[in-house]
C-alpha cells in the first residue's frame, strides 16, 4: 500500500469537485471573445472562480489593464524569520481572443488545465508550505512587458498548457522540440524613393551572408516606410541582426529606424519537462511521440523563460484534423471530451508544481539549468537562495557522473489519488 500523501490527496479532490465550475467559466469565455488588452470580462471571471478558492486578487499588474495576479500561500513565519524562503510556482493563463473569429487557438481549453492545476496546488497548501499564484497576461506582447517589468523574477517555476493539433501533443521536450526563436520588427521611414530601394537592396546584401534561420524579411513597402521582422536562433543572433539593420539605417541620409519590443527565444526547462512527461506516463495519459522538430516562431513564454524556469506543456485533446487557428479547431477544442483531457494533464501540471513547492533539490536543477542557458547566451544571472546556501547538483553517482540525467518514475513520491489510473 502507498503511503498516503495528504497534499496531493487534497490536489486531486479539489481539482475534481472545482470540474464543472472550471468549465463553466472557461465556455462563458468561449462564447465571449475579448481582444487582447480590453479582456475585462474574462478577467472578472477568473478572478471570481479563484477568489472563491482562496485566492487573493489583484489587478493592473505591471500597469496593464487587464493583466492580473492571484496569490495563495501558507507560509512557516517561524521559519523565514531563520531565513527559510519557500517555493513559490505560478500558472500563466490568457484569455483574450480575435473578436471576429474567436478562440481559433483553443485558448479557453488550455486555461481549464491551469486553472484546475492553480486551484490542485492552492488545495495543497493546507498541508505544504508555499506560494502559488495565477497570473493572467493580455496577449504575446503584454507578457513581454510584463517579464521586462520584473513580474516573474520572483517565482522558481512558472507552468501552463494549451491544446495541440494532432501529433504534436508533446512540442516540448528533451529533445529540444519546442524551443522558439528569438523575433522583433522594425520599421525604416525613409521619404526618398531611390534612398528606399537602395535601403532595401543593402537588406538583400545582408541577409545573403546570414546562417539559418537568421534571417531579415522585408514584410513590406508602404509610402515612405520599409517594414522588417528579424529573425534569430537567439536573442544573441537577434541583437546581432539589430546591430546590422541600425548600421544599414545609419548608413542611408534620412533613414528613421523605429524597433519593435523583442520578443526572446524559448528556453526550454528540461527537469520541468521530463517531470510532466514522466507524472503523464505514470498516469496513464497518452501524448503522442516525442520527436525532434524546428524551433517555432517566438511568443512571449521567450521573456518568461529568461526570468525562472518555464514550461508550456502541449496536450493533445483530439485524433481530428484540425488545424490551430481555424474555426474548426476552436469547436472541437470546446467539446467535453476537450475539457476532460485538459484536466486530466492538470493532475501532471499539478504534482510537478507540488514537487516544486516541496522539493528545494528540485528547483535548485531547474535554477541552475536556467542559469546555464542564460551563460550561454551572454547573461550572468546568480543562482538563487532558499536557504542561505545553494545545493544545485547532487553528489556524484558511483560512476563519478555529476548527478542523474533526469528524474524517474522511482525519485517521485507517487501515490494513487483518487481516481487515479492503475498501469
Not at 351 to 365: A, E, K, P, Y
Amino acid at each position: 500500500m502507498p503511503v498516503k500523501d495528504t497534499a496531493r490527496e487534497a490536489a486531486f479532490a479539489a481539482m475534481r469537485a472545482a470540474r464543472n465550475d472550471i468549465v463553466r467559466v472557461c465556455r462563458e469565455i468561449h462564447d465571449d471573445p475579448e481582444p487582447a488588452g480590453t479582456e475585462q470580462r474574462a478577467t472578472e471571471r477568473l478572478s471570481a472562480l479563484l477568489a472563491q478558492h482562496g485566492f487573493a486578487v489583484e489587478t493592473g499588474v505591471a500597469g496593464l489593464p487587464t493583466a492580473f495576479r492571484t496569490t495563495k500561500l501558507n507560509h512557516d513565519t517561524e521559519a523565514m524569520r531563520k531565513g527559510l524562503r519557500h517555493g513559490h510556482v505560478a500558472m500563466l493563463v490568457r484569455a483574450d481572443a480575435d473578436p471576429v473569429a474567436g478562440h481559433v487557438d483553443g485558448t479557453p481549453t488550455g486555461l481549464a488545465a491551469a486553472l484546475g492545476t492553480a486551484i490542485g496546488i492552492g488545495a495543497s497548501l493546507d498541508s505544504e508550505f508555499g506560494t502559488v499564484t495565477v497570473l493572467g497576461y493580455p496577449g504575446d506582447s503584454g507578457l513581454v512587458a510584463m517579464a521586462r517589468a520584473g513580474v516573474f523574477d520572483e517565482f522558481d517555476a512558472v507552468l501552463g498548457a494549451r491544446p495541440a493539433v494532432p501529433g504534436e501533443g508533446y512540442c516540448h521536450t528533451i529533445e529540444g522540440t519546442g524551443e522558439t526563436l528569438a523575433v522583433r520588427s522594425a520599421t525604416v521611414t525613409l521619404e526618398d524613393a531611390d534612398a528606399r530601394k537602395a535601403f532595401v537592396a543593402a537588406v538583400a546584401v545582408e541577409v545573403a551572408a546570414l546562417e539559418a534561420p537568421n534571417r531579415i524579411d522585408v514584410s513590406g513597402v508602404d509610402g515612405a516606410t520599409v517594414e522588417l521582422m528579424l529573425t534569430g536562433r537567439t536573442s544573441i543572433e537577434l541583437r546581432g541582426l539589430s546591430s546590422a539593420v541600425q548600421r544599414l539605417a545609419d548608413g542611408t541620409v534620412g533613414a528613421a529606424l523605429t524597433f519593435g519590443a523583442a520578443f526572446d527565444d524559448t528556453l526550454v526547462s528540461r527537469i520541468l519537462a521530463r517531470r510532466v512527461k514522466t507524472y503523464s506516463d505514470t498516469l496513464g495519459y497518452k501524448m503522442d511521440k516525442i520527436r525532434k522538430a524546428e524551433p517555432d516562431i517566438a511568443s512571449g513564454w521567450g521573456s518568461v523563460s529568461y526570468a525562472t524556469p518555464a514550461f508550456l506543456l502541449n496536450f493533445p485533446f483530439t485524433t481530428e484534423p484540425v488545424v490551430r487557428g481555424d474555426a474548426a479547431f476552436a469547436t472541437v477544442a470546446a467539446g467535453s471530451e476537450s475539457y476532460d483531457h485538459a484536466l486530466e494533464f492538470a493532475e501532471c501540471l499539478c504534482m510537478t508544481g507540488l514537487d516544486v513547492l516541496r522539493d528545494m533539490q528540485f528547483r535548485s536543477i531547474a535554477d541552475d539549468q536556467l542559469v546555464k542557458a542564460l551563460a550561454k547566451r551572454g547573461i550572468t544571472r546568480n543562482h538563487r537562495r532558499w536557504l542561505g546556501v545553494h545545493p544545485v547538483i547532487g553528489k556524484p553517482d558511483s560512476n563519478g557522473k555529476n548527478g542523474k540525467k533526469g528524474p524517474r518514475t522511482t525519485d517521485f513520491r507517487m501515490v494513487r489519488g483518487p481516481g487515479m489510473r492503475d498501469n
